[in-house]
């Protein structure tokens, strides 16, 4: 039977995700970016799919650092998005958690206020940033990271302290700002960055939940692109990592090679 004209699905643009750029360095921190056109062509994903697998086994490998990986659901995330994630769950046990945007003010209940005080354009802000860390043994957080690349939701933490040290540190700190009860009972938090909240003069918090994180990589839809914050200097390891410097251009930039 001829399939019907609706049940077509139109292919989904090539836009290739496979240029780094620097952004500058906040203290002892370096922000890298990478500009990507999140949930198009899966073949766009290639050359980050193997940038990534190469930092995941110089942090661990080479550096000893624990790998932690997280996605991030939100509302208005695209449908196939969340099937993805469903259709994997059983294999990466996700445990939900709480982002935190060490940078805004602390999360709290609406008041009678706040809804009075609504935009009817954007109606009203996000009560919570659900966050489901990958539980599983073995490859699954190698795999989830693969898996959800490029669908703005992949969350990449990594520490030289163990995973309970860590999150135990992340929730102390977490919880010193957050103050509604309603958001403190979550098991763990895990921070969420933009570039806006990189720049100088970069808050406190932001600097302390930070502290013992060797790299931080966060789809950000925000902001249209990937945000890579590292404590190691990366100009030096990049080329070993498959990128290529590309001469002439305005800020400091390599080419993601496959």
């Known amino acids: 039977m001829a399939t019907s004209q609706a049940e077509v699905k139109p292919e989904k643009p090539y836009l290739p995700a496979n240029t780094i750029e620097f952004r500058g360095s906040v203290g002892d921190l370096e922000v890298y970016f990478i500009p990507t056109s999140f949930n198009v062509a899966p073949e766009s994903y290639d050359a980050l799919r193997l940038f990534l697998e190469r930092v995941v086994a110089h942090f661990t490998g080479t550096l000893g650092c624990n790998h932690e990986g997280f996605i991030q659901l939100v ?51 996000t009560l919570l940033y659900t966050v489901f860390r990958i539980t599983a043994q073995g490859n699954a957080r190698l795999d989830a990271m693969h898996t959800m690349a490029g669908t703005s939701c992949a969350l990449q933490v990594f520490s030289q302290l163990e995973t309970k040290k860590l999150m135990d540190y992340l929730k102390e700190v977490s919880l010193e700002f957050i103050r509604d009860r309603v958001f403190r009972v979550f098991p763990w938090y895990v921070p969420l960055l933009s570039l806006t909240g990189l720049k100088d003069p970069v808050s406190p918090v932001t600097l302390r939940i930070l502290q013992n994180i060797r790299l931080y990589v966060r789809e950000s839809v925000e902001d249209g692109g990937i945000l890579i914050v590292s404590r190691e200097p990366l100009e030096d390891l990049l080329p070993s990592l498959g990128c290529t410097f590309l001469e002439g251009e305005k800020v400091p930039q390599w080419r993601l090679t496959t």
């Open 75 to 125: 509302r208005f995330r695209p449908q196939e998005v969340v099937h993805r994630f469903s259709d994997n769950a059983r294999k990466w046990l996700p445990q939900m958690g709480m982002g935190v945007w060490p940078d805004r003010e602390p999360p709290r209940m609406w008041t009678s206020k706040d809804i009075e005080n609504m935009d009817p354009q954007t109606g009203m802000p």
